[in-house]
């Protein structure tokens, strides 16, 4: 994957940098340009990406298999239980407790979503293995 690296004056960019004429004969021709800068809290140093779209529609070619069907379905319910388990006050307190306790350990999660998203990944495998 190819990275995008803006000179310092253009680094945090964000949004459609050149834009579609809908109404113009070469629609289908023509190439949306948009720029993203990610501000959320990471630990990835690349945070700028630029990414091509066409008008043109894009259809998928091979069928869903089962498996991708089991992922996405565990990946719906594990976001769901996460963002669940963030808002129930009841376990707040003690969650960010256990978090900080790890934080700094050789293999421990460094931001707080996926200190909970690990929790609520072996909950769910626990129940469907």
């Known amino acids: 994957m190819a990275i995008f690296r803006p000179a310092p004056l253009f680094e945090t960019i964000q949004g459609a ?7 113009s004969q070469h629609a289908d021709d023509e190439r949306m340009v948009l ?12 945070c700028s990406r630029l990414y091509l779209r066409t008008l ?13 069907l089991k992922r996405r379905s565990r990946f719906a319910a ?4 996460v963002a669940e388990r963030a808002q129930d006050l009841s376990r707040v307190a003690n ?13 421990g999660k460094k931001t707080m979503k996926s200190y909970l ?5 072996a909950t ?4 469907h293995a």
């Not at 940098?17 to 109404?23: D, P, R």
């Not at 043109?56 to 991708?68: F, G, H, Q, Y």
């Not at 969650?95 to 293999?107: I, W």
């Open 78 to 81: 594990v976001s769901a239980a």
């Open 117 to 121: 998203w690990s929790l609520e990944l």
């Open 95 to 107: 969650d960010t407790a256990a978090f900080k306790a790890q934080k700094d350990q050789p293999n």
């Open 35 to 46: 720029a993203t800068h990610r501000a959320a809290e990471t630990t990835s140093k690349h």
């Open 56 to 68: 043109k529609n894009i259809t998928r070619t091979t069928p869903v298999l089962a498996d991708e």
């Open 17 to 23: 940098l050149t834009k579609i004429n809908k109404k």
């Open 124 to 127: 769910y495998d626990a129940n």
